[in-house]
């Protein structure tokens, strides 16, 4: 019979938002010829819980564990074959996944670059359709489920991938060419119409006008994202991952494209607060919904192979932060005993300057009960360890992993964009023989 207990800090689970049958599709370039597919199944998102003071909410993250355990990506669901180093030349429309990569597979054919494999998540399919000419490095935008649109060095090109139109039929169309080049390129959405894409650089945004297939210059002001931003039906706004340095980590919203005054940031920093993990790249995945939900995939590195003496070192400094602050956080000597007993614990306590708030919290009497005593548990010391490194400096080595983030969007009282406490984060180990051009590259990443 399954036991009745619960953790310390665990809460009833909520209930589960809109389950469908939609995966998150991870590419990389780990596979001697190409690309390996991986499918993940998201946890269920959470509702809202307003209902919980902001102090309540503090106490049961100190409560529950920092770290999330770094799991294995699951095996790969296909292999393409394909240039490897080039990520960014995926895109997905409807429920098929393409790759623009330059193609010589068919060495006798007459024009080897025209080979574009189309993979179909549901079928678990591959079939084969028409690839752009020469390639250079096309920015790929997908509007609506049929039709992904690339701008290129010196053009602009459609492919419709309706699903009547027999594959041999299928081929890439000429648009009138861009007003800017896609190196210059800082972000881009689609409008809510499905009708015109907007496109930014630096200085400047401009409109393609699917219909009239015309461009024209929207404003003399850039979209206040960075990359991709996403229309949310929901909440009838635009949402992407914030340009601002000030706001780095947090989304931005606005309700019109080109409109700087409505700008306005989230409430959260959405990127790893871990001091253990760097923030690499990012790239946010819209999962829709009627309480709009995200994924944001977030590629951080770790330093592994830190001394003994470096380790001690940052927990001496993090006692000191501690002293400064009035906090009482009576576990960090057991920390600190637990690196010099050489387990190799390296871990962080990333919210211990608001154990002065928790304390009151618990004093004020609103069922807490006994003293403060979870910072020392906050490091999840029970994580991976750490090597000790080749000398008394330490040899260090960095690896990679997907920090997934998913959670669903609302506005607050003060019409504030709030994720409302409903983030749930997961991690998992990049592949090993993944190339360096992916950690640079955004993560490839799709909601299928």
């Given at each position: 019979m399954p036991s009745s207990k619960r953790s310390r800090g665990e809460r009833d689970a909520p209930r589960a938002l809109e389950p469908t049958g939609q995966h998150l599709y991870l590419i990389f370039d780990d596979w001697p010829w190409g690309y390996s597919i991986r499918k993940l199944k998201l946890p269920p998102r959470s509702p809202h819980q307003?209902?919980?003071?902001?102090?309540?909410?503090?106490?049961?993250?100190?409560?529950?564990?920092?770290?999330?355990?770094?799991?294995?990506?699951?095996?790969?669901?296909?292999c393409l074959e394909a240039t490897r180093h080039l990520p960014f030349l995926f895109a997905a429309v409807g429920t098929d996944i393409i790759a623009v990569h330059p193609r010589n597979d068919f060495l006798n054919a007459l024009v080897p670059e025209c080979i574009l494999p189309i993979f179909d998540v549901r079928s678990l399919g591959v079939k084969f359709g028409p690839g752009l000419m020469c390639p250079?490095?096309?920015?790929?935008?997908?509007?609506?489920?049929?039709?992904?649109?690339?701008?290129?060095?010196?053009?602009?090109?459609?492919?419709s991938m309706n699903p009547l139109c027999p594959l041999h039929n299928l081929s890439w169309c000429d648009l009138p060419p861009p007003p800017l080049r896609n190196i210059d390129v800082t972000s881009f959405a689609v409008d809510s119409d499905g009708q015109t894409i907007f496109i930014s650089t630096d200085r400047a945004t401009f409109a393609f006008d699917i219909v009239q297939s015309e461009w024209k210059q929207s404003s003399y002001s850039s979209l206040p994202f960075t990359g991709p931003a996403n229309y949310v039906h929901a909440l009838d706004i635009f949402v992407g991952l914030s340009k601002a340095p000030d706001t780095y980590g947090h989304l931005c919203f606005c309700r019109k494209l080109g409109d700087d005054e409505?700008?306005?940031?989230?409430?959260?920093?959405?990127?790893?607060?871990?001091?253990?993990?760097?923030?690499?790249?990012?790239?946010?995945?819209?999962?829709?919904?009627?309480?709009?939900?995200?994924?944001?995939?977030?590629?951080?590195?770790?330093?592994?192979?830190?001394?003994?003496?470096?380790?001690?070192?940052?927990?001496?400094?993090?006692?000191?932060?501690?002293?400064?602050e009035?906090?009482?956080?009576?576990?960090?000597?057991?920390?600190?005993?637990?690196?010099?007993?050489?387990?190799?614990?390296?871990?962080?306590?990333?919210?211990?300057?608001?154990?002065?708030?928790?304390?009151?919290?618990?004093?004020?009497?609103?069922?807490?009960?006994g003293s403060v005593q979870e910072c020392g548990e906050l490091d999840g010391l029970e994580e991976e360890f750490v090597d000790?490194?080749?000398?008394?400096?330490?040899?260090?080595?960095?690896?990679?992993?997907?920090?997934?983030?998913?959670?669903?969007?609302?506005?607050?009282?003060?019409?504030?964009l709030t994720t409302g406490e409903t983030c749930v984060v997961q991690c998992y180990k990049v592949p090993e023989g993944v190339s360096d051009a992916s950690y640079l590259a955004n993560p490839v990443a799709f909601w299928l």
């Open positions: 307003p209902s919980l003071r902001p102090l309540e909410h503090r106490r049961l993250r100190l409560l529950e564990p920092r770290r999330p355990k770094h799991k294995p990506l699951p095996p790969p669901c296909i250079g490095a096309p920015i790929l935008i997908t509007v609506g489920d049929e039709d992904v649109f690339a701008l290129d060095l010196d053009c602009f090109r459609m492919l409505n700008v306005r940031p989230s409430k959260e920093n959405l990127f790893s607060k871990d001091p253990a993990e760097s923030h690499v790249c990012a790239t946010l995945v819209y999962l829709g919904g009627s309480e709009p939900g995200f994924c944001l995939v977030e590629c951080v590195s770790i330093t592994e192979g830190k001394s003994v003496n470096m380790r001690l070192e940052e927990c001496d400094q993090l006692v000191k932060s501690v002293d400064e009035g906090g009482n956080c009576g576990e960090l000597d057991h920390l600190k005993m637990n690196v010099d007993e050489g387990d190799g614990a390296y871990g962080s306590i990333p919210e211990c300057g608001e154990l002065d708030e928790l304390k009151k919290f618990v004093d004020e009497g609103d069922g807490a009960s000790e490194g080749d000398d008394a400096s330490g040899s260090m080595h960095y690896r990679y992993l997907y920090r997934l983030t998913t959670f669903s969007l609302s506005f607050d009282s003060n019409g504030d």
